[in-house]
């Protein structure tokens, strides 16, 4: 599914129209990348929980040149299901 295709949903669901549903839609996705990038967590009851993590320094291999190299440190964004997300998926 994507973005316009969630829209579509979103307003068949909710009986909003579907420009109603992208403004939700893109307010949603701008609150949430705001509470992130504050390094704060989103919990959603039910259906799952986004937050940032630390990913450490480490060391890979150049597929082509056989070399070690050093991959940074970096932060990513990681997401647990919840059980109401997992039992529905089952």
């Not at 991959?71 to 109401?84: D, L, M, R, T, W």
Request: charged share 25%; hydrophobic share 45%; net charge positive.
């Amino acid at each position: 599914m994507n973005k316009s295709e969630l829209i579509n949903a979103m307003a068949a669901e909710s009986g909003l129209s579907k420009a109603d549903s992208k403004k939700a839609l893109d307010a949603f996705i701008s609150a949430v990348s705001a509470a992130l990038k504050e390094g704060d967590k989103v919990a959603l009851v039910g259906f799952g929980t986004l937050l940032v993590a630390e990913r450490g320094e480490r060391t890979g291999i150049n597929p082509s040149t056989k070399q070690t190299i050093t991959i940074p440190a970096k932060k990513v964004v990681k997401f647990k299901a919840g059980n109401e997300l997992e039992s529905a998926v089952q």
